[in-house]
């Protein structure tokens, strides 16, 4: 079975300082990571994706995140916090050439001025 | 843009009734999904299709159906709705292949029982 763990209901960080956004994997196949986020009153937009290839990824909003096999962890930085940045941030799996994917429990974001 | 449209953005039932919720995606998607999120317990997947008419279980199918007769079109339906299903529920749509890995999502029908 499959699942994903993000360490953190809620992340608070300063305007301007890194934003750090933990997940941890299990799967006993090659997974691909996912990482969402979700605005209020929205629905949820990708922000990056691993499937293959280079283990760093960057996504839009000047998210990367990285993939560490060793480590089962796909954590979504940012150098600098921005207030836009304020959401709901989701990790999400998908392993073994099946459609489904889980997702973690969501981490929220408040960014103070 | 990929559009996914959820008819109802809001909807109060009472416990009991029959729920239909209707999703409906206009990129010619193979997949389909229904969602249900909860605070603190993240998205949990109640079914998905990948095909007319074929569907699976996710991992919390129990007290709902699915329906996809047509392929742009993924109906949840609660057959008697309970309190416990007072919930956010999300639709999502993908194509199949692995170089277009993304969900699409509705924005969300907000469905309060009871």
């Known amino acids: 079975a499959q699942s994903v763990t993000q360490l953190g209901s809620h992340v608070s960080v300063s305007e301007g300082a890194l934003v750090l956004l933990r997940c941890n994997y299990s799967?006993?196949?090659?997974?691909?990571l996912f990482w969402y986020v979700q605005y209020p009153n929205q629905g949820l937009q990708l922000l990056l994706k691993?499937?293959?290839?280079?283990?760093l990824v960057k996504g839009i909003n000047g998210f990367e995140a990285e993939f560490k096999k060793s480590e089962t962890s796909f954590h979504l930085t940012k150098p600098s916090a921005h207030m836009s940045d304020a959401a709901e941030y989701f990790c999400?799996?998908?392993?073994?050439?099946?459609?489904?994917?889980?997702f973690g429990t969501g981490t929220k974001l408040q960014v103070i001025p | 843009d990929v559009k996914v449209t959820q008819s109802s953005r809001y909807l109060v039932k009472r416990t009991g009734e029959k729920v239909f919720l209707e999703c409906v995606q206009d990129?010619?998607?193979?997949?389909m999904f229904w969602y249900r999120q909860d605070p603190g317990l993240g998205l949990r997947l109640i079914y998905f299709?990948?095909?007319?008419?074929?569907?699976e279980k996710g991992d919390i199918p129990e007290g709902y159906s699915v329906s996809r007769e047509k392929k742009e079109r993924f109906s949840l339906i609660l057959e008697s709705a309970s309190t416990n299903q007072t919930s956010m529920y999300l639709c999502?749509?993908?194509?199949?292949?692995?170089?277009?890995?993304?969900?699409?999502f509705g924005s969300g029908t907000q469905l309060s029982v009871l």
């Open positions: 799967s006993s196949v090659p997974p691909y």
């Open positions: 691993y499937t293959t290839g280079a283990t």
């Open positions: 299709s990948y095909d007319v008419k074929m569907k």
């Open positions: 990129m010619d998607h193979e997949n």
């Open positions: 999502a749509s993908s194509p199949t292949g692995a170089t277009n890995e993304k969900l699409f």
């Open positions: 999400a799996l998908k392993a073994g050439g099946y459609q489904k994917v889980t």
